[in-house]
């Protein structure tokens, strides 16, 4: 499958298409392209700790639709940061439509690399199924606890997380759309503690990946012709054989998704 997965995502966001797929797929459309619905995203603000007036940082923020939704929900500040620059554009003008300018602002990051933020800026930081395309996972969270307050707390979903075995040609279609990480129970745990946070919670979301990935792909399935016409029959076929290997590996448990909660020590 063509790398350009995001790009076609990203910048056929609002095709008629695109949008059914994502109804179809998530029941509420908040604008997603992962394997998190909009309850679980309120969850993990809540285990967040997440109120009105709080500044949240939100890493591989996409298109911004998550942000505009916590935003909204919560009545926070959400700066959004992604290395892809149509989730970028998509989510300034989303921001602007939905009248959140003051509430919500997206830069074009690479967060591999320092953050442009000054220290304690933020009184949470989360991240949902991105930190699995990062690099340098300790000095990523190194960067997480430099910009977040004393005693703020920070979230990340893992759906890289190998808890079964797995062949050579299942690891290659899993990562078929990009740069990946997989890593094995405990190591995100134990790099959370050597970043210097207190590991709070490690929350099995497996579930919901595998869901997901079924109601994707039949939702695709269903408007095939509008979207080989948009990305192509590779990127269709690529992304179909994609989805199907995270419905099996997660049903089967081989492969599984976990949020983890920690807390910066005041």
């Not at 008629?16 to 309850?39: F, L």
């Not at 967040?48 to 919560?74: F, K, M, Q, W």
């Not at 320092?114 to 949470?124: E, I, K, N, T, Y």
């Amino acid at each position: 499958m063509s790398p350009q997965l995001y790009d076609h995502a990203y910048g056929q966001f609002t095709e008629p298409a695109e949008a059914a797929v994502r109804r179809e797929t998530y029941g509420e459309d908040i604008g997603q392209s992962s394997w998190m619905t909009a309850a679980e995203w309120l969850h993990f603000a809540d285990q967040l700790g997440i109120r009105a007036g709080h500044n949240v940082l939100e890493i591989g923020s996409g298109t911004g639709g998550p942000a505009a939704y916590l935003a909204a929900s919560r009545q926070c500040r959400v700066t959004g940061v992604d290395i892809n620059e149509h989730g970028i554009r998509n989510a300034r003008v989303l921001a602007h439509a939905k009248g959140l300018d003051d509430r919500l602002r997206f830069e074009a990051i690479d967060a591999s690399r320092p953050l442009p933020f000054p220290p304690g800026s933020f009184d949470a930081v989360i991240s949902n199924d991105a930190m699995c395309h990062i690099r340098d996972r300790l000095a990523v969270l190194r960067e997480w606890r430099r910009v977040v307050r004393p005693g703020g707390r920070i979230l990340f979903t893992d759906a890289m997380v190998v808890t079964g075995l797995l062949s050579n040609e299942e690891i290659a279609t899993r990562s078929s759309i990009g740069f990946y990480l997989f890593v094995p129970p405990g190591e995100n745990e134990r790099l959370i503690a050597q970043a210097g946070f207190a590991h709070l919670a490690t929350e099995d979301v497996t579930e919901p990946a595998a869901t997901i990935a079924s109601n994707w792909f039949a939702a695709r399935e269903r408007h095939q012709v509008a979207l080989v016409a948009q990305e192509g029959e590779s990127n269709f076929t690529g992304l179909q054989r994609f989805l199907e290997s995270v419905r099996i590996v997660s049903i089967e448990r081989r492969l599984s998704r976990y949020a983890y909660l920690a807390q910066a020590p005041v």
